[in-house]
């Protein structure tokens, strides 16, 4: 089954050192059952990691609607009081014919707090991926109102393309924590239980931050750093054009509001005149209702989305810095045991796991760039013919609504 | 701004025939000057071709021989018939400035009281919103003020009666000594500072309460049109905004484009089409400028209206102080004839006290008062037939004026509501363009 990414990725494997298959470490859960969808088993025998085969070999697949096996939704928003706290829950439903689900269908409640568990979560376990964004945890009290059925669908909205996200990607997909996020009744006591793991796993989930300092960049990686700049700063003008065009449109409305009222006050000192001055001003009234379900629209669905993705950026970004540190400490390493001179040239073991750790690391994020360009160029496509959308929805409904006496005709 | 209709719309009104003389009234006019039947045919316009064509900035010495600058405006005339029989001869022309205009206007109000007189445009820019310039000598301003002062002697030459002034006929073709013309016609000295005073009150007994609820009416036009002009200056402002900002968009799109693969060529043509919408709204506004130039026209029409109101108010308040005058001079004769006392004065007082006067004093009283009373009836007599002629010929022409304004307002409203659904389908056209781009990418 030849691929792109395969043809590199054993490029990369050309090198001197070729591990045997023990030293292959298992970098997550998920790797527990390494075989395909159809239920072939994977040769763990080359150097790439499965997951990684599996991550190539799923390309395609994304975009083949027939073939996903999981379906996730995000819905029905509702608050709970209690006497702590008041807060909301959304309703998680998965469906899927996946062997990892014991069932078919599953409906749970989740809320805010559950969600930004599992996107720790599968930072920890998953630290060669890139993790969906969430939307904003903290909102300045007193200034947005957070049971607000705007704030409340725009929030749900967002997180309902977050585990669709996830659901859609060959690796993440897999992991036992979102397993469990979309199956367990109560998430509480797993997540207890989740403490105890965490301390039992070693040195194969923690990767150094921050001790290794990397000399340069490969070029591929050091493209995608420059692209993900720019790209982050195009969208942060976008966002304030954005916001500055509702703020206009805003106080349009504003100003619309009292201009429509005074042609039906003229109408009411008028005789032959008051229908084209009532006409006049009832155009006037659905503009402004028109315009508000612009503005509203432009607010609850184009900058939100636009907001994700700065944040999906950044995500990016951070995950090309821990794929650096991670080169880094293979480098270090490297040379540390060039330094030395031994008289047995033996390449240590743990050198050898960190090779492999970066040529993971690096087909991993590939596979996961490639996929993020593909998902984000069918997003802002959706986005911004939205945008356009109702932009000729506003001026069609102003234009149907357009006062105009059939004695025009006739005159 | 399109030419005012010339015929008003089954309108009766007169059309004098016989020669207005310069400076004088329609008091002197035939009383049944309110006839039925159009005379139209008899008015200027259908003669002669009025044109304001150019402006041109000057500079002169004005009174106070100190230098100023100022526009002054090209009047052409030309007469009709000399075009229909396919002849194209050159038109007359002068050069005339706006407070020269001011002045004709000025002269029109005080010698025809009864007319709803056609208003000048604005002396200074007003309702304007950030992007027009409120100076005087912006070319936009001057621009729009040609067009208003064409509109203007139009309006004139296409009343039937102000049409045939001389002073006007003049105006048009007369270059060097109309200033001095007008002036010698001594009208400012008719003119009664009264009507200068807006909102002072006279205590009117008996007004024809026609002209009461017209001049109600007139107030509240004025304020409901100011009202609307000031807001749709303002959202001209916003909507000018909103329409700005998408440009920015261009230029964003332009340079992300720059990094992209695949989007980058849609992302650069719909920057394109975000362009084309921001400047297009330079086109719309400029287009609303005429609209709101014509509700300004009534604005100050409404003005006018007020001002032939206010004349009925200030010749009935005159009748009835002419009236009472009148009323207790003869009761003064009355007491002096037949010796009673009715009325308490300091007179009868002091004659009681003192004595009573002579029979000759007497007598040579009453025949003062009687001869008073004469031409005080006279007077009233001739003050009522005044009265009574204002009132017809006015109300005539304020009916000929309310044909004008619901013709004028109703067609300035529709070209407002096809200004408005141009204005749609533009936007329409250019976010279906930048959907079609996006749909590329």
């Known amino acids: 089954m030849p691929h792109p990414l395969a043809a590199s990725s054993s490029e990369e494997a050309a090198s001197e050192l070729t591990p045997s298959p023990d030293l292959l470490l298992p970098r997550s859960f998920a790797d527990k059952d390494l075989s395909l969808p159809n239920g072939t088993p994977v040769d763990t025998s080359s150097p790439a990691s499965s997951s990684s085969l599996l991550n190539r070999l799923q390309l395609d697949d994304d975009l083949d609607g027939e073939t996903r096996d999981l379906f996730v939704t995000v819905d029905d928003p509702k608050k709970h009081i209690c006497t702590m706290e008041t807060y909301i829950t959304y309703r998680v439903t998965t469906k899927t014919t996946r062997a990892e689900f014991d069932l078919p269908e599953y409906s749970v409640r989740r809320r805010y707090q559950d969600f930004d568990w599992l996107r720790n979560k599968l930072e920890e376990s998953q630290p060669t991926h890139l993790i969906p964004p969430l939307p904003e945890k903290f909102v300045m009290k007193g200034v947005v109102d957070r049971f607000s059925e705007e704030f409340v669908e725009t929030r749900r909205k967002a997180l309902d393309k977050f585990l669709k996200r996830i659901a859609d990607h060959p690796v993440l997909s897999f992991n036992e924590h979102f397993n469990v996020f979309l199956t367990a009744k109560d998430l509480n006591v797993y997540k207890k239980q989740g403490m105890a793991l965490l301390s039992k796993m070693g040195e194969s989930v923690k990767y150094v931050t921050g001790a290794y300092k990397l000399r340069s960049r490969p070029l591929e990686f050091a493209a995608i750093g420059d692209y993900l700049d720019t790209f982050v700063l195009k969208l942060g003008t976008i966002d304030r054009i954005a916001q500055r065009i509702i703020k206009e449109e805003l106080e349009y409305l504003l100003e619309l509001r009292e201009y429509g009222p005074v042609y039906s006050t003229w109408g009411g000192l008028e005789m032959e005149l008051a229908e084209p001055l009532e006409g006049v001003s009832a155009c006037i009234g659905n503009c402004c209702t028109a315009l508000e379900e612009l503005s509203d629209d432009m607010t609850e669905d184009f900058l939100p989305v636009l907001r994700e993705y700065i944040l999906y950026s950044e995500s990016m970004k951070n995950v090309l810095k821990k794929r650096d540190q991670v080169q880094a400490e293979y480098e270090a390493k490297l040379e540390a045991v060039a330094l030395k001179k031994e008289d047995r040239p033996k390449v240590p073991a743990d050198v050898e796991k960190c090779q492999d750790r970066v040529e993971c690391f690096n087909a991993d994020l590939k596979a996961d760039m490639e996929r993020w360009q593909n998902n984000k160029r069918q997003d802002f496509r959706q986005l911004l013919m939205g945008m356009a959308d109702k932009n000729i929805q506003y001026y069609e409904k102003e234009k149907n609504y357009k006062y105009l006496p059939s004695t025009l005709l006739i005159m | ?441």
């Open chain 2, 1 to 441: 701004m399109e030419r005012p209709e010339a015929e008003p719309l089954g309108a009766s009104h007169s059309c004098q025939t016989g020669e207005a003389e310069p400076g004088t009234g329609p008091a002197e006019e035939e009383p049944g000057g309110a006839a039925a039947g159009t005379m139209m045919e008899d008015c200027l316009s259908k003669k002669i071709e009025i044109t304001v064509s150019e402006a041109e900035k000057r500079t002169g010495r004005n009174a106070m021989n100190m230098q100023e600058t100022y526009t002054a405006y090209l009047i052409e005339t030309r007469a009709v018939e000399s075009q229909t029989e396919g002849q194209c001869s050159p038109p007359d022309s002068l050069w005339r400035r706006y407070s020269e205009f001011e002045l004709l206007r000025n002269y029109l109000l005080v010698n025809y009281p009864h007319i709803v007189v056609p208003p000048l445009p604005e002396k200074r820019a007003e309702f304007v919103w950030h992007k027009l310039s409120a100076d005087n000598m912006d070319p936009d301003f001057v621009e729009r003020r040609r067009i208003g002062l064409e509109n203007f002697l139009i309006r004139v030459a296409s009343h039937p009666i102000i049409c045939q002034d001389k002073i006007f006929y003049s105006f048009l073709t007369q270059e060097g000594g109309w200033k001095e013309m007008v002036n010698e016609t001594g009208f400012q000295l008719k003119a009664d500072s009264r009507l200068k005073a807006l909102n002072a009150t006279f205590r009117v007994k008996n007004p024809d309460k026609r002209f009461t609820e017209l001049k109600h009416y007139s107030d509240e036009l004025q304020s409901v049109i100011s009202h609307l002009l000031r807001v749709r200056a303002r959202v001209a402002d916003r909507l000018y905004g909103v329409y700005k900002v998408h440009g920015n968009y261009g230029r964003v799109f332009s340079e992300w484009s720059a990094i992209e693969k695949e989007m980058g060529d849609g992302l650069q043509s719909a920057g394109h089409h975000m362009d084309v919408y921001a400047g297009s709204i330079d086109d719309i506004l400029e287009e609303e400028e005429h609209y709101a130039d014509q509700l300004k026209e009534y604005l100050f029409y409404a003005e006018a209206l007020r001002a032939v109101c206010r004349k009925h108010e200030l010749m009935q308040y005159d009748l009835e102080i002419a009236a009472q005058d009148l009323a207790s001079k003869k009761q003064q004769c009355e007491e002096l004839a037949t010796g009673t006392l009715r009325t308490f004065s300091l007179k009868g007082m002091t004659s009681k006290l003192f004595g009573q006067e002579t029979p000759e004093q007497r007598e040579g009283k009453i025949k003062v008062l009687e001869e008073q009373i004469h031409e005080g009836e006279e007077q009233l007599k001739s003050k009522n037939v005044e009265s009574r002629e204002f009132v017809k010929s006015a109300w005539t022409d304020i009916e000929r004026f309310k044909e004008q304004k619901n013709h004028d307002l109703k067609e300035a409203l529709i070209s407002y509501a096809v200004m408005q659904i141009s204005m749609c389908k533009k936007g329409i056209q250019v976010w279906t363009n930048a959907k079609e781009c996006f749909s590329k990418m």
